[in-house]
């Protein structure tokens, strides 16, 4: 499952650069659009206000020129003359009227070409008129209209009849203005050009800048965000704090070093807690496991050593008496020294009587007050601290589960999770021992059961009083001697002694009989074996021992019963048995033959070995007789 899920596609998500970028490009259009049109507003402007700065200083040299040909005597034709060799002498000049002004014309009438053409012209006729400019178009061409009031002053009394200010008249002036109206278009389209060369120049590098300082690093970011969801943290995205998006990357890669570390907590976290469940787990096997009381004893001591993590773990138990304690079992992750482990008396022994008595566990450390006895059952010479945590099943305490740790160097402590998990697991150890001592009484009683069946087959007839045992010790003399363990010797034991269970089915009659059996009563007498195989078969703590009771009559070359068995095909425990059986047969008294020596008996082995007997354990029993 991803980390991060965003609400965004990753279409929508890309867009952003290019709103960005749309955003920033139409401000600058925006703004350089309006420089553009400012710059060439203003141009306009000054260009304008330049041509009438320069008109106006033309007609005043024109108004300069009429006073003083007036002055001289001029006439209205030379001031038309003298107009027209102006308008001949500049070409651009297309029109120059001298308009008449209402005094003008009451002195001496209407003149010829002195009327007002349009508004421009009679405006400048009012009073308080002032020179005036206006762009237009004539005839497909731009021109430029300009008027300038001609004001009466004291010069203009000698001739005419007005009053100072009064206005006389005014000059018209019409220049074509096409050549400087295209070199303006020019200057226009240049200036347009330049501007569209900026705009297109500060994009690029606007976009460079960006680039560089933001969109990269959006990526980097981008990228790391998606490492970041899919479990990647090792590669944290480059950049400084210098600025904001560098804070801003800074605090990405703190957050992904920060979720790494809580991710990888929360991995320990369930290693952990999925080991102490695995552990809890094979605890809750043990409970339900066939297994002996040591042997319970020493899987849980390796389980608590395990799942603790300390360096070994020691389950001492209570005696018969009920007022001493000794250790049953210990697990080591490693080899330790020696210790001899003595029977502690708990009255002598104030931690483990504290502990016992409570009920409750308890930690030991170096500097706790022990007993000489507790000082070498929790290993103090050696331990760092020690776990004590009584044994309990509904109230009774069965023992005590010492965890230690000897580490004095890279140790976990045993702390509260430690502690808890160990409650847990002693918990069913206890219920676990008792179910274990339950199955053991259970067990003795049912083989005294058993064994009470074997004897009273035996009490049958007085000829096979003691057989059994007698067979179950000769049995139990070829083992040892052929190296048999303890509890190998203890299966023979209870062999030998129900070997004969199955003549529980023969009837005395036959078990008595003086004479030689007949051969129907033989028949009956071979199916003891299998008869007492099948009342074993009904228990299943009693399987280990069918084999060799079963085929205990059976031969080497394979003559015997009942299955016909041969050689190594026959279990090694029944071809001991068949030695002991045969010996003890031989050598006891029967109600048609005294019982033979030791060493007839032993000969009369020897002769039947490798035919009805296993000639390596004749010669067994051979030594063990001379």
């Given at each position: 499952m991803p980390l991060f899920r965003s609400n965004k596609s990753p279409a929508r998500a890309a867009s952003v650069r290019l709103l960005i970028t749309l955003f920033i490009a139409v401000s600058l259009v925006l703004v350089l659009g309006g420089n553009f049109w400012l710059l060439r507003q203003n141009s306009t402007d000054a260009i304008n206000e330049i041509s009438r700065s320069e008109l106006t200083l033309l007609a005043g040299s024109l108004r300069s020129n009429i006073v003083n040909m007036m002055t001289s005597g001029a006439d209205m034709k030379a001031l038309d003359e003298s107009l027209i060799a102006l308008q001949q002498k500049n070409p651009e000049i297309r029109d120059l009227r001298l308009i008449h002004g209402p005094a003008v014309r009451r002195q001496f009438g209407m003149h010829e070409n002195s009327?007002?053409?349009?508004?421009?012209?009679?405006?400048?006729?009012?009073?308080?008129?002032?020179?005036?400019?206006?762009?237009?178009?004539?005839?497909?061409?731009n021109v430029l209209r300009f008027v300038y009031p001609l004001k009466a002053d004291k010069v203009c009394m000698q001739c005419h009849e007005a009053k100072i200010g009064e206005n006389l008249g005014a000059f018209s002036l019409t220049l074509d203005v096409s050549s400087a109206s295209a070199l303006k278009r020019e200057h226009n389209k240049q200036l347009f050009i330049l501007t569209a060369a900026e705009i297109a120049l500060l994009l690029l590098l606007l976009f460079l800048i960006l680039n560089r300082l933001i969109f990269m690093r959006l990526d980097s970011l981008s990228a790391g965000a998606k490492r970041v969801a899919?479990?990647?943290?090792?590669?944290?995205?480059?950049?400084?704090?210098?600025?904001?998006?560098?804070?801003?990357?800074?605090?990405?890669n703190d957050m992904a070093g920060k979720l790494k570390e809580l991710i990888g907590q929360h991995k320990e976290l369930i290693t952990d807690q999925s080991l102490e469940l695995s552990h809890l787990m094979e605890a809750s096997e043990h409970v339900s496991a066939d297994l002996s009381l040591p042997d319970l004893l020493h899987r849980f001591a390796n389980s608590l050593t395990l799942a603790a993590q300390v360096t070994t773990c020691r389950i001492a138990m209570f005696e018969e008496d009920g007022e001493t304690i000794s250790m049953k079992a210990e697990h080591p992750i490693r080899p330790l020294p020696d210790v001899a482990i003595p029977l502690c008396r708990i009255e002598t022994c104030p931690a483990l009587q504290k502990?016992?008595?409570?009920?409750?566990?308890?930690?030991?450390?170096?500097?706790?007050?022990l007993s000489p006895d507790e000082h070498a059952l929790m290993r103090m010479g050696e331990t760092q601290a020690a776990l004590c945590v009584p044994i309990i099943h509904r109230d009774q305490v069965y023992g005590i589960a010492i965890l230690m740790e000897l580490r004095s160097e890279k140790r976990e402590p045993i702390?509260?999770?430690?502690?808890?998990?160990?409650l847990a697991m002693v918990s069913q150890m206890g219920a676990a021992i008792n179910i274990a001592k339950l199955y053991s009484r259970l067990f003795e009683q049912l083989m005294e059961t058993v064994l009470a069946m074997a004897e009273a087959v035996e009490k049958k007839s007085p000829w096979t009083a003691g057989h059994s045992k007698r067979v179950t010790h000769y049995a139990q003399a070829i083992a040892?001697?052929?190296?048999?363990?303890?509890d190998q010797l203890e299966e023979m034991r209870i062999t030998g002694l129900l070997h004969d269970l199955g003549k529980i089915a023969v009837p005395e009659s036959i078990l008595n009989k003086s004479g030689r059996l007949t051969e129907g009563e033989y028949t009956i007498i071979k199916r003891h074996p299998v008869d007492g195989a099948e009342i074993l078969s009904k228990i299943r703590e009693f399987q280990i021992y069918i084999p060799a009771i079963r085929h205990h009559h059976e031969w080497f070359n394979g003559k015997g019963y009942p299955d016909g068995l041969?050689?190594?095909?026959?279990?090694?425990?029944?071809r001991i048995l068949a030695i002991a059986d045969a010996f003890d047969a031989m050598t006891a008294d029967r109600p048609y033959r005294k019982g033979l020596d030791h060493k007839q008996a032993t000969e009369r082995l020897i002769?039947?070995?490798g035919e009805q007997f296993d000639p390596e354990i004749v010669e067994v029993l051979f030594n063990l007789t001379t």
């Open positions: 009327g007002s053409r349009d508004d421009l012209d009679r405006q400048s006729l009012a009073d308080n008129s002032s020179s005036m400019i206006a762009l237009r178009e004539e005839n497909g061409q899919a479990g990647r943290f090792d590669d944290p995205i480059p950049g400084n704090a210098g600025d904001e998006l560098g804070v801003v990357i800074h605090a990405f502990v016992i008595k409570s009920k409750e566990y308890m930690l030991v450390h170096r500097d706790t007050q702390d509260i999770r430690k502690i808890n998990l160990c040892k001697k052929m190296g048999w363990s303890d041969k050689g190594s095909e026959i279990p090694v425990g029944a002769e039947a070995a």
